[in-house]
C-alpha cells in the first residue's frame, strides 16, 4: 500500500471538482469523518458513482473494498492498486481482504466499505442485505464504524443526490449479527428521511 496515495495526489482533486461540477452533490455530516484516526465508512450501493461520493467529502485517503475482478488488466490492477483499493474475491470469504483493510485501520487509515456487498439494483428505496464484513472489522480493531446513506439520482446538473454521515459509533457486542443488523439499520434509517 506504500503508493496507495499516488490517485489521492494527482487524480482525486481533478475528479472531485469535475464531479461536483456534474452532480452538485450534497453533502452532510462530513465532519463525522475521523480527521486522523481509523475508521470504516460503511454505506449502501446503488451505482458505481457512489465510491466518489464518498472521497469527495473528505481529504483523506479512503482504502475501499472492491470486487477482484477491477485488478485483472494491466492498466486498471495498476491503477486501482495506487488508488489504495483493496481486492475482494468474492466466490467466497476472503480473509486476505479482510486482513489488509485490518492492518490498514490500525495504522489509523480510513476503509471504505459497502456492506451489501454488490450494487443495489433494485428499484426499491431500500438496500440489500449486509455482510458481516464492517463490523467484523470494527470489532478486531476497536474503530469506529461512520454510516453513510446515499439517496436520490445522479442526474447531471440537477443537485438531486445527497449523502449523509452519521455520527461514529464502536461495535462492543459480540453478538455480530445483530451489530450487522445494528449497522443495516442505520444505514435504512436515512434513506426515507425528509
Known sequence: MKNSNI?????????????????????????NIPKKSGAILAGNHKTN??????ILSTKRCVHFL???????WGFFNWFFTNSGLIP?????KDR??????????????LVGVFPEGRLNKTSKNSVLPFKIG?????????????PFTIRGKYIPFARSVEIIFQKPYFVTNENL??????????????LNEK
Open 7 to 31: 490517485f489521492y495526489t494527482f487524480f482525486s482533486p481533478i475528479v472531485s471538482v469535475l464531479f461536483y461540477i456534474l452532480f452538485f452533490p450534497r453533502i452532510r455530516g462530513k465532519e
Open 66 to 72: 472492491a470486487k477482484a475482478e477491477l485488478f485483472k
Open 88 to 92: 475482494v474475491y468474492r466466490n467466497g
Open 134 to 146: 464492517a463490523v467484523k472489522m470494527a470489532k478486531e480493531t476497536g474503530c469506529p464504524i461512520v
Open 177 to 190: 449479527e445483530k451489530e450487522n443488523k445494528e449497522l443495516e439499520r442505520k444505514v435504512c434509517s436515512k
Open 49 to 54: 458513482f457512489d465510491c466518489f461520493m464518498v
Open 96 to 109: 486476505n481482504a479482510l486482513e489488509s483493510a485490518i492492518e490498514l485501520l490500525k495504522s489509523n487509515k
